[in-house]
Each structure stands twice: as C-alpha cells, then as structure tokens.
C-alpha cells in the first residue's frame, strides 16, 4: 500500500522560514505521477499549493505562495519537501502531502493519495 507520512510542521513568527517533508513508501517509480502538497485552514477549501510532475520536473505553484514556496523530490530517498520562506499568517493551515495523475491546476480531485497532515501555525 502506498502510505504518504508527513512532518516538520510547527507554530512559528511571521517571515520565518519552514520545511516540510513527506515520506513516500509503497512505490518503487513515479512514472506518470504529480506529487504535490496541499493545505487546508480552518473552515476553508483545501488549496493546492505546490505539485511536481514526474515526467519532466516541472513545479506548479498557487497564486498565494509562488515566489515563496518551492517543492522539491528526493528520488532517490522517497522523501517530497516543502521549502517554506517568508511565511504569513494567511498560511496558517493543515498541510498535507499527495500523489495524483495530473499537476496543472492543482485539482484535489487528481490526486488519489493522502497523508495525514501536519499542522503549519503563523503568529
């Protein structure tokens, strides 16, 4: 089964630095994959934030975190990152790691594959 393990979320001041990471197993390739990382704040939608597609490693980002947020995938160890930098209060959010069929627009409905969060809190 595949199993998607967050952590490194953590209450911090505004502006400071985060990452993420998310540990993959079960899968052995990612042919055709996106991973990407979404969040959820407290009585809104989950967004997508960021998502890198397999096949030729181009990241995805939202609106609200382009510039500052920057996905990346350790092949080699499994392991999917969020490098979170000049953070704000409005990224306050349940944070969660994902793995779907298609990246472009970040569509929760793509992905089949969720971990169980890891909670971000900006002060």
């Known amino acids: 089964d595949v199993q998607l393990v967050e952590s490194g979320g953590e209450s911090v001041q505004e502006g400071a630095s985060l990452k993420l990471s998310c540990a993959v197993s079960g899968l052995t390739t990612y042919p055709e994959n996106c991973m990407a990382w979404f969040r959820q704040a407290e009585g809104k939608e989950r967004e997508g934030v960021a998502g890198?597609?397999?096949?030729?490693?181009?990241?995805f980002y939202g609106a609200s975190v382009k510039g500052r947020f920057t996905i990346r995938h350790d092949v080699a160890k499994h392991m999917l990152y969020l490098e979170m930098n000049g953070r704000k209060f409005d990224d306050t959010a349940m944070y969660y790691c994902?793995?779907?069929?298609?990246?472009?627009?970040?569509?929760?409905?793509?992905?089949?594959?969720w971990g169980q969060g890891t909670q971000v809190t900006v002060s």
């Open positions: 994902a793995i779907g069929y298609e990246c472009p627009g970040l569509d929760r409905d793509n992905f089949g594959y």
């Open positions: 890198i597609a397999e096949r030729d490693g181009s990241a």
